[in-house]
């Protein structure tokens, strides 16, 4: 398998003085081209932390971390934004939509920030939309789609750059277990269909047991959980 990411004893440390804590510790991690993973574990133990420092929004107080082959040891500001843009791509419990732009503008967001902008760039963007059974609304505002249609222009966005790596934190928290359990599987199909390596948090172990393996979070140190089996 090819390694997108590989993660050797990452730690990180937040707060300073008596508030200070160990978010993660010691994380040991590698992440495959076409293999899905889950994230699980209670809330406040690292996961949002443990995303956050793989997608390259925040550096390790101890380890290394590799993406795509890329160090970033001694990584500017810049240099991780870059990583970022080129290879990363991520999905967020709420939408984070843009109110006044339709579900193409939103989608198309992606692009401008890489430079890509006029009529190619819209067609890249209706086109990620049908992908995902939204080419009927590409032109309509966040106000007017249901909230599993503004995940899935949220996941549009965040696969149009074609990344390597897909990071989601609890992707379907927002949503009915219909709806979740519909915007979850277009997810996995697209995943599956690029062969990105994704991580995705989420505390639905129906949705969960669908990942090609479970790793747990517990009190910031990581637990490979294997296979998870369906519930009966």
Do not use: W
Request: hydrophobic share 40%; charged share 20%.
């Amino acid at each position: 398998m090819n390694p997108i990411v590989e993660a050797r004893g990452i730690s990180k440390t937040l707060g300073t003085g008596a508030g200070q804590v160990q978010a993660v510790n010691s994380i040991e991690l590698t992440l495959n081209g076409g293999e899905l993973t889950v994230l699980m574990g209670p809330s406040g133990s690292g996961k949002t932390t443990l995303l956050s420092l793989l997608g390259c929004l925040l550096t390790p107080t101890e380890g290394t971390l590799r993406v795509c082959g890329i160090s970033t040891a001694g990584a500017s500001a810049e240099r991780l934004a870059e990583i970022r843009r080129r290879y990363v791509g991520f999905v967020f419990q709420s939408f984070h939509l843009f109110p006044t732009l339709t579900a193409a503008e939103n989608t198309q967001l992606a692009l401008d920030v890489r430079g890509e902008h006029g009529a190619q760039a819209k067609t890249k963007a209706e086109a990620a939309l049908m992908r995902l059974g939204l080419a009927h609304k590409t032109e309509q505002f966040p106000r007017q789609l249901s909230g599993g249609e503004q995940q899935r222009v949220a996941i549009a966005r965040a696969l149009i750059s074609e990344p390597e790596l897909l990071l989601a934190d609890e992707p379907t928290g927002n949503l009915d277990p219909r709806t979740s359990g519909g915007v979850f599987d277009a997810l996995v199909k697209l995943v599956r269909s690029e062969g990105l390596a994704a991580l995705i948090a989420t505390h639905n172990y129906e949705l969960a047991a669908k990942m090609d393996r479970a790793l747990i979070l517990h009190e910031g140190r990581l637990i490979d959980g294997g296979k998870l089996a369906a519930k009966a």
